[in-house]
C-alpha cells in the first residue's frame, strides 16, 4: 500500500508542476486516460499476468482521477473549458446551463458485466471552484453511478441541480434516477425536495429490465422539464418490465410532488 501510494506521488508531481494551460491539461488528461483503455485492453491477452493486469488497470484509473480532480479545482477556467477531445475517448462531460457545475463521468472497466463507474463533481461556491472525486474503494464500497444530464432549476432563494443518472448491474438489470443537488455554504449538499408519502428526498429511482424494453415502449428514460418543472419517470412493473404509463413529478413551490391523476 505504502509503495502504490509512492508510485501514485511520483507520477503526480509533472503535472503539478508543469500543467497550467487549458492545452496542456487537455493532453496530459487524455494521456492519463489513455492508460486506462490501455491496461483494459491487456484483460483479453492471455499472455499477460489477470492480477497484474487487474492492479494496473486499478492504478490508471486512480491516477486519472486524482489528476481531473486537482486539475479542476486548481484551475478555476476548467469549468467552462471546453475540453473537445473527452467525447472521443469516452469521457461524458455534462454542464448546467448557468456554468456552475459540471459532472465528468466514466466507465473504470474494472466492473464485468456489472459496470463500475467514477465521477468528478466540480461546481463554483462563490469565486472558488471546487472538485469531487466520487469513485468506489475499500473504505466506500456503494455503487457508483454515472451521470448523463444536468438541469438547474431556481426556487426558494436557490439554484437547484437535477442530475440524471444510471447503472449497469447486467444485461438484464439496470437502473436509472435523478439526484437533486445545492450549494450551501461553499459545500455541494443533497437537496430533499422530492415529497413521497414515505417523506422528503433527494432522489427518484427505478430499476428495469433493459430487455423489455422494445420498439413498443414509447419512453424508458427519466426526464426533466425546465419550462413545466416536472420529473416524468416510467412505471415498472413488479418483474422489472417497462411500461408507457409514466409517474409526473411536479414542482409545487416548495417541493415536487406527484401529480395524481
Not at 507520477?11 to 508542476?17: C, G, H, K, M, R
Request: proline share 2%; with cysteine.
Amino acid at each position: 500500500m505504502k509503495a502504490f501510494k509512492l508510485l501514485c506521488l511520483l507520477l503526480f508531481i509533472p503535472f503539478i508542476t508543469f500543467a497550467q494551460t487549458p492545452k496542456t491539461i487537455e493532453t496530459d488528461l487524455v494521456s492519463a486516460f489513455n492508460r486506462i483503455d490501455y491496461w483494459y485492453g491487456k484483460q483479453g491477452d492471455t499472455t499477460s499476468d489477470i492480477l497484474a493486469v487487474s492492479d494496473s488497470l486499478a492504478k490508471a484509473n486512480d491516477i486519472f482521477g486524482r489528476k481531473l480532480q486537482y486539475y479542476t479545482s486548481k484551475y478555476p477556467f476548467t469549468i467552462s473549458q471546453k475540453f473537445s477531445s473527452f467525447a472521443d475517448i469516452g469521457l461524458a462531460t455534462i454542464e448546467s446551463a448557468d456554468g456552475q457545475f459540471r459532472i465528468y463521468s466514466w466507465d473504470t472497466y474494472m466492473g464485468g458485466t456489472m459496470h463500475d463507474f467514477a465521477n468528478v463533481i466540480q461546481y463554483k461556491a462563490g469565486q472558488k471552484t471546487n472538485s469531487i472525486l466520487d469513485t468506489a474503494s475499500a473504505e466506500n464500497e456503494k455503487y457508483i453511478y454515472a451521470y448523463a444530464d444536468l438541469y438547474n432549476m431556481s426556487a426558494n432563494n436557490h439554484v437547484y441541480y437535477l442530475a440524471v443518472y444510471y447503472g449497469v448491474f447486467s444485461g438484464k438489470d439496470k437502473g436509472k434516477g435523478i439526484r437533486i443537488f445545492s450549494i450551501e455554504n461553499g459545500k455541494l449538499v443533497d437537496a430533499k425536495l422530492i415529497k413521497t408519502n414515505s417523506g422528503f428526498h433527494d432522489k427518484l429511482y427505478y430499476a428495469y429490465n433493459p430487455l423489455s424494453v422494445t420498439n413498443n415502449i414509447k419512453d424508458a428514460d427519466i426526464h426533466y422539464d425546465a419550462t413545466q418543472k416536472t420529473i416524468s419517470l416510467p412505471i415498472i412493473t413488479g418483474e422489472g418490465y417497462v411500461t408507457n404509463n409514466r409517474i409526473i413529478y411536479k414542482f409545487t413551490g416548495q417541493y415536487f410532488e406527484r401529480v395524481k391523476k
